[in-house]
């Protein structure tokens, strides 16, 4: 029994893949799904996981807005939503993490359960609706993380509060908040969850939205990175729009980030989740974010810096997603089914495909 539980703290410890694979995580997903991602946030908090043995090949290195990121592969946005397992996620070897999405005042989100694993299809079915401690707690969490002199990189995805009367004032006050302590910042105008959210890629609306936040953000003392987050479920006529839009100078965003989850369900999905309703990730939208990076950065001339997110589990398919116009590449869905074990992998396949 001691040797037992000796040999599992030191696989642990060693960040031994087969040991998460067939130990770790199915006794975390015994649990609900909100529990085990609450248990996984409080572990990262806690810095409760050893620095992954794995060093960065020069290879991965990639600068893109004048920032550094030692690896191309990022923690997405909605696992790290208040901002509080940055450290131990850079630790694990994320190139850099998507915290968020912050709303400006604290809200619960949606009523539970609100998230779905979907095990056949390596999928996830959320509506968690922005629960978020709101700007002024993450904002002291990553001032602190600043002020330790940690170096890392921090992306912050600002969304709005659900009642919230002039959600273009949300965003505004977003990029006010965060422009100081974020290394760029995502406006999400694309999850589901959110009703009226995802009217805002609308062309009209998207330029008037664009106009002004890009004026809010030229006004701040330091020029932080403007990124907006795209649906996967935009048709071509509204992707050729959207692209209308960024072609214009007044409008002209840092970066693009592609995609967020879809309200599709035609993906062969199966189990008994799939017409729970929500934002549709992993496997399933592999290939519809693949294919979207490809149009979005052929409809922007290349000129747009794209940040490709959706069903990325092996370095073969953030290779798809950068050969297809991507800069970075990020992971969500693949680290709940994997454990911290997969970003070494994805790094290292990575490595190797681009040698
Ligand atoms: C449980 C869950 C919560 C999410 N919350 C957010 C969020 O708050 N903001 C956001 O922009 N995207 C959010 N996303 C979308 C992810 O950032 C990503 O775009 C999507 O999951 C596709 O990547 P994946 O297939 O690697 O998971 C969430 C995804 C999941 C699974």
């Known amino acids: ?8 703290a030191l696989s642990f410890y060693q960040g031994k893949e087969n040991f998460y694979e067939n130990v770790i995580l199915p006794a975390v997903h015994t649990l609900s799904p909100e529990v085990s991602h609450n ?37 997405a946005a909605g696992f790290d939503k208040d901002g509080e397992a940055v450290l131990c996620l850079h630790k694990i070897g994320f190139g850099f993490v998507e915290v968020g999405s912050v709303t400006p005042q604290p809200q619960p989100g949606n009523e539970k359960p609100r998230v779905f694993r979907l095990k056949e299809n390596k999928a996830i079915i959320n509506r968690y609706g922005f629960n978020s401690d709101g700007h002024e707690a993450v904002y002291k969490r990553l001032r602190d993380l600043r002020e330790s002199k ?13 009642s919230s009367p002039m959600p273009i004032q949300d965003y505004v006050q977003g990029i006010t908040m965060f422009a100081p302590v974020a290394d760029y910042l995502v406006i999400n105008i694309s999850s589901p969850n959110t009703p009226g959210l995802r009217d805002w890629q609308r062309k009209e609306h998207l330029e008037k939205l ?35 839009v960024l072609n214009k100078q007044q409008c002209r965003v840092d970066g693009l980030v592609i995609a967020n989850t879809s309200t599709e369900r035609n993906y062969n999905l ?3 989740h799939v017409s729970e309703n929500g934002g549709l990730s992993g496997q399933p939208l592999a290939e519809i974010s693949t294919q979207m990076i490809s149009q979005m950065y052929k409809l922007t001339n290349g000129k747009i810096p794209i940040i490709g997110v959706g069903g990325v589990f092996t370095g073969k398919d953030a290779y798809k997603k950068i050969k297809a116009g991507a800069s970075l590449v990020q992971v969500y869905t693949a680290f709940v089914y994997h454990g911290p074990p997969r970003v070494t992998r994805i790094k290292a396949e990575l490595d190797q495909l681009l040698e």
Request: aromatic share 6%; charged share 25%.
């Open 1 to 8: 029994m001691g040797a037992t539980c000796v040999f599992s």
């Open 150 to 162: 940690f170096k890392g990189v921090i992306g912050v995805n600002l969304g709005k509060n659900k």
């Open 39 to 75: 248990l996984a946030v409080a572990v990262n908090m806690y810095n409760l996981i050893p620095k992954a043995k794995y060093v960065d090949s020069p290879r991965l290195a990639i600068n893109s807005w004048g920032v550094d990121f030692t690896n191309p592969v990022g923690m």
């Open 210 to 244: 664009l106009k002004e936040l890009i004026a809010t953000r030229d006004a701040q003392e330091v020029r932080v990175p403007l990124l907006i987050k795209l649906s996967p479920d935009l048709t071509d006529e509204q992707r050729k729009d959207v692209a209308a």
């Open 270 to 272: 199966e189990g008994p």
